[in-house]
C-alpha cells in the first residue's frame, strides 16, 4: 500500500542552524502538507502545498519557514534559523484531488531537538 | 477561529469492553470531520463524515456525526488491546481558500488493559 515517507526521523540541531525535513508524499497525491506537534500538545497545521505553490498557512509559519517541492517526488519543509520553540514532531501529509483532499494520509514523522 | 474539543482526555478499559469517544467542534463553514488513529507516530485514517446521521463503520469501529448538535462520536466494540492508542478528531472548514487544512482536537488516550 503506497505510504507517506519522511526522512530523517529523528533529528537534532543547534539553536540557530538550519534544518531541511523531507517527504516523500504519495505519489499521485496534488497536495501537501505539513503540520507539527509539539510534545504533550495538539496536532497544528503548518502549511499546505499545491501546484508547486502554498495555498494556506498558519501563523506559526513565519518567514523563517518555507518549502519547496525541488522535483516530482520530494516535498521539504526548511527552518532557517532554528529556535528551542520549534522542538516537535513534524508530519507531513498528502491527498489525491480537490473532491477527497480532507483525506490526508500522515507520513511516521521526523521528530526535531533544537538544543 | 475553528475549535475542536476531545473527550474523554483519556480512557482505560478492559479488553472486551465498548467505548465511546466524543469530539465537539465549532467551525465558520464546516466540511467534513475525520477520524485518525495515533500510535507511535503518523496519525492513521479511520474515518471521514460530511453527513449528518450516516454511520460509517470499519470491522469493530464506528462512527456518527450530528451536525445539528455540532459532534462526533467514535465507537469501539469488543476493544482489544491493539486498540490502545490516541484518537484524533478534526474538522475541514470549506471557507475561504482553504484546501484541506486540518484543525486538531487535543485527542483521548485509549488505554486497552488485556
Known amino acids: 500500500e503506497p505510504e507517506v515517507t519522511q526522512t530523517p526521523s529523528h533529528q537534532v540541531t543547534q539553536m540557530g542552524q538550519e534544518v531541511i525535513l523531507r517527504c516523500v508524499p504519495i505519489?499521485?497525491?496534488?497536495?501537501f502538507y505539513w503540520y507539527r506537534q509539539i510534545l504533550g500538545q495538539k496536532v497544528e497545521f503548518l502549511v499546505s502545498?499545491?501546484?508547486?505553490?502554498?495555498?494556506?498557512k498558519s501563523e506559526i509559519f513565519d518567514d523563517q519557514f518555507s518549502v519547496e517541492r525541488p522535483d516530482g517526488s520530494n516535498f521539504t519543509l526548511k527552518i532557517r534559523s532554528t529556535k528551542l520553540e520549534d522542538s516537535a514532531m513534524y508530519f507531513c501529509?498528502?491527498?489525491?484531488?480537490?473532491?477527497?483532499?480532507?483525506?490526508?494520509?500522515f507520513g511516521p514523522g521526523t521528530r526535531l531537538l533544537v538544543l | 477561529e475553528d475549535k475542536v474539543v476531545q473527550s474523554p482526555l483519556s480512557l482505560v478499559v478492559h479488553e472486551g469492553d465498548t467505548v465511546t469517544l466524543n469530539c465537539s467542534y465549532e467551525?465558520?463553514?464546516?466540511?467534513?470531520l475525520l477520524w485518525y488513529k495515533q500510535e507511535k507516530k503518523a496519525p492513521t485514517f479511520l474515518f471521514m463524515l460530511?453527513?449528518?446521521?450516516i454511520e460509517k463503520k470499519s470491522g469493530r469501529l464506528s462512527s456518527i456525526l450530528d451536525k445539528k448538535e455540532l459532534f462526533s462520536i467514535l465507537n469501539i466494540t469488543a476493544t482489544q488491546t491493539g486498540d490502545s492508542a490516541v484518537y484524533l478528531c478534526?474538522?475541514?472548514?470549506?471557507?475561504?481558500?482553504?484546501?484541506?487544512?486540518?484543525?486538531f482536537g487535543q485527542g483521548t488516550i485509549l488505554t486497552v488493559h488485556p
Open positions: 501529509a498528502s491527498s489525491d484531488n480537490i473532491a477527497d483532499q480532507e483525506t490526508q494520509y
Open positions: 505519489s499521485n497525491h496534488l497536495y
Open positions: 502545498f499545491y501546484n508547486n505553490e502554498i495555498s494556506e
Open positions: 467551525v465558520t463553514n464546516f466540511r467534513s
Open positions: 460530511t453527513s449528518s446521521g
Open positions: 478534526a474538522v475541514v472548514n470549506a471557507g475561504g481558500t482553504s484546501y484541506g487544512k486540518l484543525t
